[in-house]
């Protein structure tokens, strides 16, 4: 038997990544998080969509992002619908690390694992 600790970094803010330039992050770059929610794969879809939903938004014919930027059109509404978005799966994936590596986990009883956590 193995075993690997398992590290968790704090959500993100929308403020960290407004002055990176024309660049974004998304998927576990964005919002890593351990493989308890089963969450990691759908957020970084999610975020594919979103970011070319919102270039195809920012970055129209009629748009003027060429002047303005890429980061006051696109990149920021997209990071702030992101974080925002993932910040929820982050923490539960955290807290479901958290849960599975703890002694509760090895109770013995014929009781589900989230009914011991608060009864046992």
Not at 17 to 34: F, Y
Not at 54 to 82: P, T
Not at 94 to 114: C, I, M, N, T, Y
Request: hydrophobic share 40%; glycine share 8%.
């Amino acid at each position: 038997v193995s075993g690997y600790p398992v590290y968790d970094r704090a959500v993100l803010s929308a403020d960290a990544l407004a002055n990176i330039g024309p660049v974004t992050l998304l998927g576990d770059a964005a919002h890593p998080m351990s493989p308890f929610k089963g969450q990691g794969a759908n957020q970084a879809l999610l975020d594919a969509v979103s970011l070319a939903r919102m270039i195809v938004k920012g970055c129209g014919l009629q748009s003027d992002w060429r002047e303005a930027g890429l980061r006051s059109r696109v990149l920021n509404e997209f990071e702030a619908e992101m974080l925002e978005r993932s910040a929820t799966k982050v923490q539960d994936s955290a807290a479901a690390a958290e849960f599975l590596h703890s002694e509760v986990v090895l109770h013995k009883s014929d009781q589900p694992r989230g009914r011991c956590l608060k009864e046992c």
